[in-house]
């Protein structure tokens, strides 16, 4: 019971910065977009909504070229239309779902190249992480 906020408040912590953090320093983003998701996930949680996690769509967008907000909009709208086909997507097997994870972990891994692997401090823990 007690344990549930501040739980939840390091997996955002860490879910967020590594998140934004990564695509922030592929792109040359500042900081401001950090300053941005911690007041989106404050009013969500005021609002009792879910947090404010930046992941695929974002990384997505960015690849692509995206430099505007225009494009989270657009992808807040899909979101929204998404919603109606909730039931059709329930419908799928939980099983069905394990290759594109999969897939996108594959693309995920390309983010460790750039990472210090003699640096047994640091490279140990990711690479428990990573397993």
């Keep these: ?3 549930a906020l501040p739980l939840q408040f390091l997996v955002l912590v860490f879910d967020v910065a590594g998140v934004q ?3 922030g320093e592929v792109n040359g983003f500042t900081d401001d977009y950090m300053t941005i998701s911690g ?5 969500s949680g005021l609002l009792g909504s879910s947090p404010v996690i930046i992941a695929n769509e974002s990384a ?8 505007t907000s225009i494009s989270a909009a657009v992808a807040g709208c899909l979101f929204g239309l ?3 086909f909730a039931p059709i997507v329930t419908s799928i097997p939980e099983a069905a779902t394990a290759s594109p994870l999969i897939i996108v972990g594959f693309f995920m891994m390309g983010a460790i190249t750039n990472f210090d692997w003699c640096d047994f401090n640091s490279a140990l823990p990711a690479f428990v992480t990573i397993c």
Excluded: E, Q, Y
């Excluded at 007041?39 to 009013?43: D, R």
């Excluded at 997505?60 to 430099?67: L, N, Q």
């Design 1 to 3: 019971g007690h344990l």
């Design 21 to 23: 953090g990564g695509l």
């Design 39 to 43: 007041i989106g996930t404050i009013i």
């Design 60 to 67: 997505t967008m960015i690849a692509m070229g995206s430099k």
């Design 82 to 84: 998404a919603s109606f």
